[in-house]
């Protein structure tokens, strides 16, 4: 088991190195000399010059890579094009906002895609199982940037119950979880459920569809379980895959966030992103797409150890 | 989660400000706040000189800092004009008109508590003019330098007295003077000389004090109680200024009650924005949305005929009804009423026919048309409907033989753009900026585009355009001490340029502004400063 | 957007029956034709191409000419002249919206082919030649995959900057190591089969066993699972050019019709919401029809 956990966790380190080498593969494929993609277009001579020989610009491309590496290794992700501030410092702030999106997201849709799911399995075939299989379908076929346009214009607008952009009162330095601020993420995070919620479900749906008619719930009836002892049974042998797509989901939802933040301006990482993007801001960009990317592998792995503790036969496998 | 967070943010500098005034929200009993819905994706440069245009100056600059030359601001029936800032009087030296020496005003405090003096106005143009300084900052100086073309060298004369000294003689001289902001020597050297720990606690003189930053979202502005100047006291307490570049979005939050007023509405849900009780306010603005065609070798604009069939090209009325009618049509840099109009031989109008044929006589058709590649905004403060209107123009041109491929740019890359000049690396294959013009006095609209001695980077003579006559008119008018010679020259400048079709002229933005119910007062002054102190 | 999962989530790992024959495929008809469902959305979907296809026919008028007099006008515009209304500058919707079902279908589906020839190819290879080449295509996967995909396209794109090609270079990549992954799971586990295993220890060529057993029996997952990207690559590129790094102005497009409606969302609810209506129908199609074809062909995952 511990060799397993140090095999898998060393397995991560190239894996993370390799995103780390396609992060700074994306400055070196941005048109044009990479040097105007880190420093300002009208800086003087000498700054260009300096700042070539402090990245090493003049040097071969791997000892470039590794330069870069030991500098993000250190925090140091280089300065924004636009705004000259640090990349870090910007990345802090916005990373935890799109977390607390991400996670309230995650979680009504996977408690909705839960529910729904189940009830679709166990009433399999009924009315109420085609209404949860279409609107699972729905939520993965939506654009959801559309869905928020609507949800705007419906709570924020027309009934004015809910605010139409940003991250609380006071912006989101100060986020607090009561209903003050609360209220500000309650539209970005539906939208963003959607998808979640018809994963899940199908998910669900087929997981729990299957172990309900396997042999051993039979058996289970067969010697007068009552339904809470089935539910039990049911749930132990479905969480290892519901949980592993589960904590996919919240990294897609990490990653995934850029259009709905874009269009609720929630100062996430998709918010910087964007306007990383229109600036051409590649340290930005860069400095993003890594963080994102790094947290999504650490997610993988974690998925993959929970998975591991809770059922042991994929050790084997 | 929250708490290491903000651990975090404060590790990073992020957080700012004095712990006071740290806790928003919780605003003291009766203050009166007013928050404001700006189009800018992010809090202008609060070191001093702020980025993202001349729009920005209402923000971060005019609000936490002043200028020594101020523009009269709080104006809205005339245009304004120059008005004593932080220096009282400016005279050209009569034995060497190159010199200029200005009065600085008395008594005056930075928020930090420090005194302003001549020291401290010589410190800021060191801090952007002298590379060398060992406080120079790029960022400010790439921001301020190209508005102060004319300066080369300055001096402390007494402790209260200044002496400037330009280039040639330029009677226009203390029109670039309303860009420079001066900053506290003070407050940079008790932050540790650091520039960006001073963006995040500015000290000026300013009539407001900056309470909170969060950049890419809001700024906080708090009056400042101790303010030199009585009549720009401001009105409210505190002013918050939250991004939202998104015109729907941020139409949204004023609908939806979530800031107190906007800029630049999206212009198709005026309608909705009224029936909320919100009012709509314009003014005449000296501003044109136009195309600067490059003339440099391999520009196909190089070509009189093709310059003017594409301004021919363009039906003025309809975007002007795309616009809501919150636009006026161009015919020129400046609005016929303007005293450097002139009489220009060369009327703007729609006539689709005319432009197809000097299309033709230039060698191109619809069927072989002309092509080039302009660089735009996105959107942003200025640039109006922006995709909407360059989508119009760009069906426009196509009919008449001229194909024009859109580069769409944020602003701020957009500005860098043109700063650099159309001669720039980073322009290669690019014939036309669509930067949209303030155009509020000689300088700003005639002299920095059009003289050849401020061809970019010097100045902001994007297009490379260099004639003989016109450098002789500018000349003349910047030697005249003569306000009507001045006038005079001018339009015959204007008259040139105008007959030239050297600009694509679109149209001339109202900026107008969306109040809530809960404003009472705003004075929109007839440029693109405008003084947050108005707000009531 | 992250759609992908619908299908990557539930790792489907297609488990194929083996040796497919004629009673196979004419089991497939058999089981299509008996699923109303499928073959429903699947009619809807043919009568969107069709009429996408024909668009220069149908369209009542020039999907670029403008007019500021007839902007945002609502549907049924002039007794029909303009059957959808018109847009912020006053073309005509319909004409916009056929002539817009073009790029978003061609964006939707050319990633997914292209990325289907690739990703099968190396899928294949991987999985039937094991050993170090497996190793090589499936850890260079494995980096890619370790990115969120709609991240990855945003990355790609925003790096190259905006334009069509990019964003469907973005796409492809995105979708290449996907499929990859589907394919050498498969081609591995048809490698270990008795009859397979026989066929090499009689001595066939490794191409004739691709051909003759392998291939037959990869290929119908692979497509399968193909046809389920298609729907996500829709809503990403719609994605894409919502975020302005997709299709460029003038040219219609659903996404970007969708962005630049978004201001007459007041003014002409029905308007600004048609272009979002039309790219949750194809996709909703497309995901139905292709969950309908993973039954039919018995794809388990």
Known sequence: ?317 | MTLSRRALLGATGLATLPSGLMIPGAAAQGERVLRYGISMADIPLTAGQPDRGAGAYQFTGYTIYDPLVAWEMDVADRPGKLVPGLATSWEADPADRRRWVLKLREGVKFHDGSAFDADAVIWNFEKVMNAQAPHFDQRQAAQVRPRLPSLAAWKKLDAMTVELTTKAVDSLFPYQLLWFLVSSPAQYEKLGRSWDRFAAEPSGTGPFRLARLVPRERAELVRNTAYWNPARMAKVDRVVLVCAPDAVTRSNALLSGQVDLIETPALDMVGQLKAGGNRVVENVTPHVWNYHLSMLEGSPWRDLRLRQAANLAINRDEIVQLLGGLAKPAAGVVDPASPWFGNPSFKLRYAPDEARKLVQAAGFSPRNPVKAKFIIATGGSGQMLSMPMNEYIQQAWKEVGIEVEFQPVELEVLYTAWRNGAAHESMRGITANNVAYVTSDPLYALVRFFHSGQVAPTGVNWSHYKDAETDRLIDGAMQSFDPAEQDRLMARVHERVVDQALLVFVVHDTNPHVLGRNVRGYTQAQHWFQDLTTLA | ?301
């Open chain 1, 1 to 317: 088991m511990l060799l397993y956990l140090v095999r898998r966790i060393l397995y991560a380190v190239p894996i993370a190195l390799a995103v780390g080498l396609v992060c700074f593969m994306l400055v070196q494929i941005a048109p044009g000399d990479p040097i105007n993609a880190i420093v300002p277009a009208d800086a003087p001579q000498e700054v260009v010059e300096q700042v070539r020989r402090d990245y090493g610009l003049d040097k071969p491309l791997p000892i470039q890579f590794g330069l870069w590496i030991s500098r993000v290794v250190q925090g140091d992700l280089g300065r924004s094009l636009a705004t000259g501030r640090p990349v870090t410092a910007d990345l802090v702030s916005a990373v935890g906002n799109t977390l607390t999106l991400a996670l309230v997201a995650a979680a009504i849709g996977f408690v909705m895609g839960t529910i729904l799911g189940t009830v679709a399995a166990v009433f399999r075939g009924s009315v109420i199982d085609k209404a949860a299989v279409g609107l699972a379908a729905a939520g993965v076929s939506i654009p959801h940037y559309w869905l928020g346009m609507v949800l705007v214009v419906l709570f924020s607008v027309t009934l004015n119950w809910l605010p139409a952009m940003g991250a609380g009162p006071g912006g989101s330095g100060d986020w607090r979880w009561d209903w003050e601020h609360v209220r500000f993420l309650v539209l970005p995070a539906l939208t963003l459920s959607v998808i979640p919620m018809g994963i899940v479900t199908r998910t669900v749906r087929g997981v729990v569809m299957e172990l309900l008619n396997q042999d051993f719930v039979t058996t289970l009836r067969g010697k007068g379980l009552r339904r809470g002892g089935i539910a039990l049974h049911v749930v132990k042998n479905a969480a290892p895959s519901v949980l592993a797509v589960m904590g996919l989901q919240l990294g897609y939802l990490m990653g995934g966030s850029i259009l709905v933040e874009t269009v609720f301006s929630w100062p996430g990482t998709g918010f910087l992103l964007n306007s990383a993007i229109f600036q051409r801001d590649l340290p930005v960009l860069q400095g993003t797409i890594l963080v994102l990317a790094i947290f999504f592998v650490v997610l993988n792995l974690a998925v993959d150890l929970v998975q591991t503790a809770l059922d042991p036969r994929i050790r084997r496998a």
């Open chain 3, 1 to 301: 957007m992250s759609t992908t999962t619908a299908t990557t989530a539930a790792i489907a790992v297609p488990q194929p029956a083996p040796a497919r024959s004629n009673g196979y495929w004419q089991g497939v008809a058999r089981r299509l034709s008996r699923d109303p469902v499928t073959l429903f959305f699947g009619f809807v979907l043919l009568l969107m191409a069709l009429a996408i296809i024909f668009a220069p026919l149908i369209a009542p008028h020039d999907p670029y000419q403008t007019s500021m007099i007839r902007r945002l006008r609502p549907v049924w515009f002039q007794d029909g002249r303009y059957p959808l209304g018109t847009d912020e500058l006053g073309r005509d919707m319909l004409t916009r919206l056929l002539y817009g079902g073009r790029l978003s279908w061609f964006l939707g589906i050319t990633p997914v082919l292209i990325a289907f020839a690739i990703g099968g190819t190396l899928g294949v290879i991987a999985g039937f030649a094991g050993g170090w080449v497996n190793m090589l295509i499936m850890r260079t996967t494995d980096v890619f995959y370790a990115f969120p995909s709609v991240l990855l396209a945003v990355a790609i794109s925003g790096a190259l900057g905006p334009g069509i090609s990019n964003a469907m270079l973005s796409l492809t990549l995105v979708f290449i190591p996907q499929i990859i992954r589907v394919s050498e799971s498969t081609t591995t586990s048809v490698r270990n089969l008795d009859y397979v295993e026989s066929a090499r220890a009689s001595g066939a060529g490794a191409m004739t066993i691709v051909r003759v057993h392998v291939l037959p029996n990869v290929l119908g997952p692979i497509f399968v699972y193909s046809t389920s990207l298609i729907s996500v690559s829709m809503i990403l590129a719609s994605g894409l050019s919502f975020l302005g790094l997709g299709t460029k102005p003038p040219e219609p497009e659903w996404g970007l019709m969708l962005n630049t409606l978004r201001t007459a969302i007041y003014t002409q609810p029905v308007i600004a919401m048609l272009p979002g209506v039309c790219i949750f129908l194809t996709s909703m199609c497309f995901n139905m029809v292709s969950d309908g074809l993973r039954s039919a062909m018995d794809v388990r995952g």
